[in-house]
């Protein structure tokens, strides 16, 4: 059943909402016999796999009510709206009503598959998708559509530092330190939201129309974007002038309404030609086309929002303080158009005992606008060229044992026009070369396969008036890694993966990667046909270090960075049937992620012409832990009835700092504590052979310790009759 299958995908505590609009949905489908957990639609011919031609399907209209509570005031994104807004006639974003004839299957069965299926899914008005399917022996022709809509930086809008205590600090002030002495907050109606629709079409030319020698595919997909979003900046110290230092500061650090109007296509084609059972040759170009049709926002648009005049000197802008006059016609968040052309060749070659691969790709990113400040500087090209090509061999000198070797290249080219003042990235090359070995011994019973991978890179930087150390980043790096893949049979029933690596690189080139590194999976296996159907365990553990890199101190002396952070994860899951009737499931999940490093500051900004660096002589620490929670059961007591209900809690805690900076913080930046619960109950009876009443209620209750404002919860309400057929 489809709510059952939803829920048993434990997910973080972001999610939960969305996971918890598609089972409330869901339990109103059409239910056919004995459904296997993987058909996307409702139970089809091809399952009880008819020697006829049938057809099959199903229709739900449903009337849906969902109501919000809690939260912030009603002009305020609501934090449940981020995941979904539910919307139904009008325009009550915290009551909604909405009918639509909902769920559709439908499934042509031919004697042989499933020739024409139509599915739709409708989980609100604004939460919906569909597809279409002709497939035959020749020609497989699909095509579909999505609809989402979600608020957009609502939560980043309720964390606006105009709306949160201790968000501006009033200690800073003068020219130089003011940027966060106030928040200057221009959004006029913060009921953010964007709209999503995707859409795809594609033509498969199967095997059989060209003698089972070749195939084909041409393939279209696209995403349009539009609605509003709230966007923040702080304007350079020359983009403000004004003689008063504190004021003209405290003019820098702006929000305002962003419009979002964008649209990507892209158009694919693929072939496979086999001339022989021992050759294979595979060929891939597509072509995407990204537009953004949103007005380009510009200091004069801020100006006219804010009421802040421009001047052109800072004895005309006096101690009021002003935007400069030549910044007016400067963009904010400008999005370029683009273009991207990708082209890639894959053969493979071999037999039972040795089999050959290789391949290579080239792709280009070419930007197609610019905005008039770049052309007045001269940039009128900015193109990002690639080219990747890699080679495999693996070979089997015995059943037992299989050996492979590999090589991958690729290099990224920036041919643009010179634009960076401070930093400017030209290129970056990636080699990786390996070795595995994969020996059976036991009759496979017993699967190991130890590993070894060397990756190598090298940017070609151009540091301008940035001294190299003070960038943090490194031209080379170079890092080795082995590992070990082992899979044990322990019994008919009970199976044991393990896959510990450790990784020590030479060189890095960022403080984000790894100097040393350690992975460990184990997961854990039991299938049953008793009332314990299967249940699995597995931990995970994550380990990083990187103290590499260091900035000259007041003293002399080195201050490091010391970066290291580690993340574990521990699960079980379950299903039982202790009766025929009665179908449960279980989960437990729980995550710990630490990080910490050595905490350094400036005199001035570090790209500044000479700053001075000194340790804090602190370790803040970022500690959050997670533990989630679900359980689910269905129920069918008698032919014509049955009952489900799931239950999903997701508690998560921890600190974004530790010390002297987590008590300096506010407690909305600093500490995280929250609790997510879904429940769900579903009924379903029928009506007749061909008439099933479904009713369903869904709670979701969302508990924020740091940010009371984020604290709130929806109820839903679905009624649905369906027509089977």
């Known amino acids: 059943m489809r709510l059952t299958l939803r829920a048993r995908s434990a997910a973080p505590v972001l999610s939960m909402a969305v996971i918890g609009s598609v089972c409330f949905t869901q339990a109103l489908s059409a239910q056919m016999p004995s459904p296997a957990p993987a058909q996307a639609s409702a139970a089809t011919p091809a399952i009880t796999a008819p020697s006829s031609s049938t057809a099959q399907g199903s229709i739900w209209p449903s009337l849906m009510f969902n109501g919000l ?11 449940l ?119 795809n079409l594609a033509l ?65 084609f693929m072939a496979s030609v086999r001339p022989t059972k021992h050759l294979n040759v595979e060929y891939e170009l597509g072509y995407e086309r990204v537009r953004n049709n949103a007005p380009v926002y510009t200091f004069t648009d801020l100006s006219a929002a804010t009421g802040i005049r421009f001047a052109a000197t800072a004895a005309e802008a006096g101690a009021e303080g002003a935007f400069a006059a030549a910044v007016a016609q400067w963009p904010l968040h400008f999005l370029p158009d683009s273009n991207l052309v990708r082209q890639s060749v894959r053969t493979s070659a071999g037999n039972d005992r040795v089999l050959v691969s290789a391949g290579v790709g080239w792709n280009a990113l070419t930007q197609e606008t610019f905005t008039d400040l770049q052309r007045a500087a001269g940039y009128q090209r900015g193109d990002v060229e690639s080219n990747q090509v890699y080679v495999s061999v693996a070979a089997r000198p015995s059943p037992a044992v299989r050996l492979e070797g590999y090589v991958r290249r690729s290099d990224t080219n920036r041919r643009m026009d010179r634009y960076e003042n401070k930093l400017r990235l030209n290129g970056i090359t990636l080699s990786t070369y390996g070795v595995e070995a994969e020996l059976r011994p036991g009759q496979g019973r017993f699967v190991v396969t130890p590993g070894w991978t060397r990756r190598m890179t090298n940017r070609d930087v151009e540091f301008g008036d940035v001294p190299a150390q003070r960038s943090l980043i490194r031209v080379e790096g170079s890092s080795d890694e082995v590992f070990l893949r082992a899979r044990w049979k322990l019994s008919p029933r009970v199976s044991l993966r393990a896959t510990p690596s450790v990784l020590w690189a030479d060189k890095t080139g960022y403080v984000t990667e790894p100097e040393r590194a350690g992975k460990l999976n184990l997961a854990l296996s039991l299938v049953s046909g008793d009332g314990l159907r299967s249940a699995t365990a597995f931990y995970t553990l994550r380990t990083r270090r990187n103290n590499s890199f260091s900035f000259v101190g007041t003293d002399g002396g080195s201050v490091t960075q010391d970066a290291k952070g580690s993340l574990q994860q521990l699960g079980v899951a379950g299903s039982m049937a202790p009766r025929d009737s009665i ?29 001075v660096f000194y340790s804090r002589g602190l370790r803040p620490t970022y500690l959050l832990g997670s533990h989630t929670i679900t359980a689910g059961v269905d129920v069918a007591p008698t032919s014509g009835i049955t009952y489900s209900v799931s239950y999903t809690a997701t508690r998560t805690a921890g600190n974004t700092a530790s010390g002297e900076v987590l008590s300096l913080l506010p407690a909305q930046d600093g500490r995280i504590a929250n609790w997510y619960h879904t429940a769900a109950v579903r009924v379903e009876r029928n009506l007749g052979t061909t008439l099933k009443l479904g009713i369903s209620y869904m709670l979701d209750s969302y508990t924020d310790a740091s940010y009371a404002d984020l604290t709130g919860g929806r109820n839903s309400v679905m009624l649905g009759i369906g027509y089977r057929f």
């Open 583 to 611: 179908n449960g499931y279980w989960s437990y999940a729980w995550s710990r992620d630490e990080y910490s490093a050595n905490l350094f500051s400036t005199t001035i900004r570090r790209y500044d012409s000479k700053p």
């Open 204 to 268: 498969d030319l199967k095997p059989a129309m060209f003698g089972d020698k070749a195939s084909a595919k041409v393939a279209f997909s696209g995403i349009d974007r539009s609605g509003r979003a709230f966007e923040t900046f702080n304007a350079g110290g020359g983009d403000v002038v004004g003689t008063d230092a504190d004021r003209r500061a405290k003019l820098r650090w702006h929000g305002y309404e962003s419009t979002v109007d964008e649209s990507s296509n892209e158009l694919t």
């Open 81 to 199: 709206d981020r995941y979904g807004v539910s919307t139904g006639f009008g325009s009550d974003r915290r009551t909604a009503v909405y009918a639509d004839v909902g769920d559709i299957s439908v499934v042509y069965y031919n004697g042989q598959r499933d020739l024409f299926t139509i599915e739709r899914r409708v989980w609100s008005r604004y939460n919906q998708r569909a597809t279409a399917r002709l497939d035959t022996d020749r020609v497989r022709l699909s095509g579909g559509y999505g609809y989402f809509r979600q608020a957009s930086s609502g939560v980043e809008y309720l964390y606006a530092p105009s709306l949160v205590a201790g968000g501006v600090d009033p200690r800073y002030t003068g020219g130089n330190v003011g940027y966060l002495g106030k928040f200057n907050d221009s959004a006029r109606d913060p009921l953010f939201a964007t709209t999503r629709t995707t859409y």
């Open 69 to 79: 509570f809690g939260g912030p005031a009603d002009n305020l994104t609501h934090y």
